[in-house]
């Protein structure tokens, strides 16, 4: 909320000044402490804090001189009618999201969580159930996670209830059924159903799409760390050509991988991404849809290498040690210290595209 501030575990009641008012004020921002760490209670609080000095700012002369020497208020919890009306639900989004951190949530989930909240209500969702079964039905159509946008929505709705916000109870919603169980998510493809949607957008516009695809699916990198690559994580020696993965969701994904002659070449000129992971797989969702199987997505490419080097017999550690997946055995998990860069490099021109 805009008119919220917290400073050393306390809420304060805060008011830019206008410029007019500055003279008259003596300074730039108001605030008063709310004595209270509740975000719950100083919402309540606040609203006539912050309404009494605006009712200063705007009364005549002679009132403004009355105003000046009543003391400030200093309204107790109980004496607020709770039911207030806010200029916009956005402004709660922040304080909600600080609550998401002291419950422990990862950052990544905390900002995926953010934007779900976000794009919906910048789509016009309203808070009833009507409106809320059609957004996730649109999301659902669109090939979005609808358990992962529904579950976001929902501790916003609770958190906004349970700070007297709103007072619509969270609906009771039909059960979600999900589309893909175990394995039949990630199916890999065929190296024959791969080249097909290599050279279906390669042939297309989208340049950007392609390289992320024809990188994933020689390197068997996950899409967020293909875009997060930068030029200094490249290596293109005579003697020796890979990529270094810095950003990875596990301590095993930070790796080097050796590159295959087939993309030497991406890296030779322009190629550093400029969309994010999310852009790029909603991308390749729209431009591939009419050829991928139901459950083969972007992170089926990731899945195709892994098959591809244990149907050419490939030890699993050295499969291992390229995808950036952790070693369970005693020997190479934890005294090994890895396949080296010929093992990779040849494992790698086993892939069949």
Not at 2 to 23: D, M, T
Not at 77 to 82: G, K, L
Not at 248 to 272: C, D, M, N, Y
Not at 326 to 346: D, F, V
């Amino acid at each position: 909320m805009f008119n919220l501030e917290f400073i050393g575990g306390v809420y304060y009641a805060s008011w830019k000044v206008p410029k007019r008012l500055i003279p008259f004020y003596g300074k730039s921002r108001l605030r008063q402490t709310l004595k209270t760490d509740s975000y719950r209670q100083a919402v309540r609080l606040v609203i006539p804090i912050v309404d009494a000095w605006k009712r200063q700012g705007n009364a005549s002369p002679s009132e403004s001189e009355a105003l000046q020497v009543m003391p400030r208020p200093s309204i107790s919890v109980n004496s607020v009618i709770s039911n207030v009306s806010l200029a916009s639900i956005h402004t709660h989004i922040d304080p909600w999201i600080m609550s998401l951190g002291r419950q422990g949530l990862k950052p990544k989930t905390i900002k995926g969580m953010g934007q779900d909240v976000r794009k919906a209500l910048d789509a016009g969702l309203a808070l009833d159930k009507p409106s809320l079964m059609v957004y996730l039905n649109k999301a659902e159509e669109d090939g979005k996670g609808r358990v992962r946008i529904q579950g976001s929505i929902r501790s916003f709705w609770m958190f906004l209830k349970a700070s007297d916000v709103i007072e619509v109870d969270w609906p009771v919603l039909p059960p979600v059924r999900r589309k893909f169980k175990g394995r039949q998510a990630n199916i890999p493809y065929t190296a024959e159903e791969l080249q097909r949607l290599l050279t279906k957008l390669k042939n297309g516009k989208d340049k950007e799409v392609y390289r992320a695809c024809l990188i994933a699916a020689y390197t068997g990198c996950r899409i967020n760390e293909v875009v997060s690559l930068k030029r200094q994580d490249i290596c293109l020696n005579k003697d020796r050509q890979s990529l270094i993965v810095r950003e990875s969701k596990t301590g095993a994904g930070v790796r080097e991988v050796p590159l295959h002659p087939q993309i030497v070449s991406i890296f030779e000129g322009e190629w550093e991404f400029k969309d994010s992971s999310d852009a790029l797989s909603k991308r390749f969702g729209r431009l591939t849809h009419s050829i991928r199987k139901q459950g083969q997505t972007f992170h089926s490419l990731r899945s195709s290498v892994v098959t591809f080097l244990e149907q050419a017999g490939v030890p699993e550690n050295i499969t291992a040690a390229i995808v950036g997946h952790k070693i369970q055995t005693m020997s190479y998990g934890l005294y090994s210290g890895g396949p080296s860069y010929e093992q990779k490099k040849a494992a790698l021109l086993k892939i069949p595209i």
